[in-house]
């Protein structure tokens, strides 16, 4: 029976984050987007939390659980955001995003 080893969730980590970054380039829409930002997030907690098991030391697990709350911050304030974006413009169209603009 194969060993999971680091370089399986290094590898798991990578594709996680291109599909994130792929998502970011070439959706338009918000909601969709903001998933992806979290997917990429989540693909670095992976990878942190591999190698921190590979060197035994907790720093990168404790650091997982400072972009696990940025990531919610993140979220609340983004859907915030997209939420009042989508009762005025009635889109969540990442081309209409011109309100904040002077």
């Keep these: ?26 959706r338009r829409n918000i909601i969709i987007i903001f998933m992806a930002i979290e997917l990429m997030l989540n693909a670095v907690n992976i990878n942190l939390v591999a190698h921190s098991q590979q060197v035994e030391n907790l720093v990168g697990q404790a650091f997982v659980v400072f972009v696990i709350a940025v990531a919610a911050a993140e979220a609340a304030v983004g859907l915030g955001i997209i939420l009042a974006f989508y009762r005025n413009k009635e889109t969540v169209n990442i081309d209409e995003m011109n309100v904040m603009r002077w």
Excluded: D, Q, R
Excluded at 7 to 17: I, K, M, Q
């Design 1 to 26: 029976m194969m060993e999971i080893t680091p370089a399986h969730y290094t590898v798991l980590s990578a594709a996680l984050f291109s599909i994130g970054v792929i998502g970011v380039l070439v």
